[in-house]
């Protein structure tokens, strides 16, 4: 028989999967899922990109290729090359206004700031990425900053909260030079990086960010959230932003970043992001497993995808007829079963919400529609669970497939892609 799964409302039939179900599976609902080993932290909110943007003064939109919105233009900021890189100049007058934050990056909540910036003169205030607003109390504000005053040069939660540069490149990473500034806090500390080196450390630290106003490139909002305070605006050029709900490492950071550069130069782009599974299943006992998984991916299909996963755990009789065995190791046959649950679910849901928006998963339903789903979980599965999982695991003709998907899906010549 089919298994029918009703969450809010919804039901959601999917293919023969079991013939009887033996176990309870309870869903916990959550803010969000912590993961310490991801490179896409939780979920990329912002991922904006100067190379998307045509030449001048003219641009209105950029272009979010992150789960919100796109961000709006106020002024004139001018697309150009600078010191090597397609980047967006703000002189001041010129801001962008993107989508309101999300309850993951407000208050204490886990979060990551990436900026790719050059600023020719830096005082002692200027910020870069922002969102919810001054005035206090201390640590409500969140300013990511470039600029030189050893209080709050670096950053604006207010009070006692603020950081300056206080590294190797106290009182700022220097003028005219092009730098990866990273943000992260991690629920209890804060820190700074410059070009993937740790700068500034508060640990601890007790932020309460402001919820509800729009996120903000080059500006900093006023007292009140819904205006900009004009004295901290930018002057000084931005290549990427990127925001993430969670924690990314520094060194994935970088390396993202730095594949990109070379990619820019070579007349390819690297798709940077990670598989990352929305719904993290557990096996509480013989009869009994947990599934975490955030409302907003339960609408996804994330959460067909965590079922699927549970009876492969839970149902012997099942893992024997898909693999012949009824033992629970491992296989890309319980992957792919994952895989295409999760993508059914995700096309009932589309048909249903026509502006729903995953870029992640669209990606995988033209991958695995191509027959390509193999080479994907060796790759962007198993190879990020197992150091040299293809030189170790794979056959001459499974390293081909997989030399053949990168050419295909990971070094990208369409450079809208």
Known sequence: MSVIVTFFRRTVMCRKIIYSVSFILVLVLVCGVGRADVTVAEDLLVDLRAEDLPYGEGVTTWTNHG????????????????AGMKTVTFDGGSWFDGPASTPGIEGGGTRTIEVWAYNPSIPSEETIVSWAQRGGPDGTNMAFNYGNSDLFGAVGHWGGADMGWWGTHSPAPAANTWWLLTYTHDGTATR?????????????????TYGGNPI?????????????????????????????????????????????????????????????PRALVY???SKKVIMLVRQEDVEKGWAMYGMTRAVWMMEPAYRKEKTGSAEHNTTSIEEGDCLINLLAAYAIAKAEKKDMREPA???????????ETIPFINLEIFGLKVPHFSALYLDEKEKKEVKDYIQKYVLLQDAGS
């Open 192 to 208: 700074l990086y410059v070009n993937g080196e740790e700068e500034s450390v508060r640990d601890p630290v007790s932020l309460d």
């Open 283 to 285: 096996k509480e006992n």
């Open 67 to 82: 789960s919100l919105g796109d961000f709006t233009a106020n002024g004139s900021p001018l697309v150009e090359d600078v």
């Open 216 to 276: 903000r490139v080059a500006a900093q909002a006023d007292g009140t959230g819904a205006g900009v305070e004009s004295a901290f605006n930018f002057t000084g050029s931005i290549a990427a932003v990127r925001i993430h709900d969670g924690v990314l490492s520094p060194a994935d950071s970088l390396t993202m970043h730095l594949l990109e550069k070379v990619g820019r130069k070579l007349g390819f782009k690297v798709y940077v992001k990670k598989h990352i």
């Open 361 to 371: 998963l669209d990606r995988l339903k033209k991958i695995m529609e191509n027959g």
